[in-house]
């Protein structure tokens, strides 16, 4: 009987953004549960058995405070601390260049922080299904689409609405091809999938996945974790 292999994962944490709304405090190293926040995204990856490899995408600024939090043997699996681009997809691209020999890439936002093993096993399991999957919580509030002078032009079914988060996890022969044929701005991975026609599956995430963007995120971001400390 031969033996199957086991594919590898691996993981691409975006941290290259400017924090531009979070005042003078960049938000990759604010605190959070006693240490940068950062190392709160990170940490379910390396903790996780199924994530091989850990690329951390920053800006160019905090490289060298970044390599320094995730060197040591409790971080053996983050491989690579790599500059990002102008664009977030540039530093996806970035990022998805120093995964080796992996044959699962799981994109997540290091803006994060309370991303958890179970919610990347489980997009990792969803994505074996059509090669492509993202975390994404159904829509409550109704939401109006208008046209350029702020007129409702429709309401869509809020039914089939969902609010896209991270991680976002793909064949690696997929993202590849998608970010080799990327020519417009996007806002997340699987919006480039799509334009290549791939099916993208979406699992349930998680309303405790929030993305800190000011100050008031981070706020809230310490109430859950002290409520859901991991």
Sequence with gaps: MVERKKEKAGAVIVAAGKSERMGDVNKMFASL????????????????????????VVSGEREIQCRHLVTGPQWSKVSDVCLGGRRRQDSVAEGLKRLANCDWAVI???????????????????AKETGAAVAAVPVTDTIKVSDEDGNVRETPPRQNLWAVQTPQVFSIK?????????DED???????????GYRVKIFMGSDNNIKVTTPADLALAEILWRKYER
């Design 186 to 196: 996007v806002t997340d991975s699987a919006s480039l999938v799509e334009r290549l």
């Design 33 to 56: 549960g006693g240490e940068p926040l950062l190392l709160g995204t990170t940490r379910p990856f390396q903790q996780s058995p199924l994530i091989d490899q850990v690329v951390v």
């Design 108 to 126: 997540h936002d290091g803006a994060r922080p309370l991303v958890t093993v179970e919610l990347i096993e489980r997009g990792l399991e969803a």
């Design 174 to 182: 997929i993202i590849r091809d998608a970010y080799q044929n990327a």
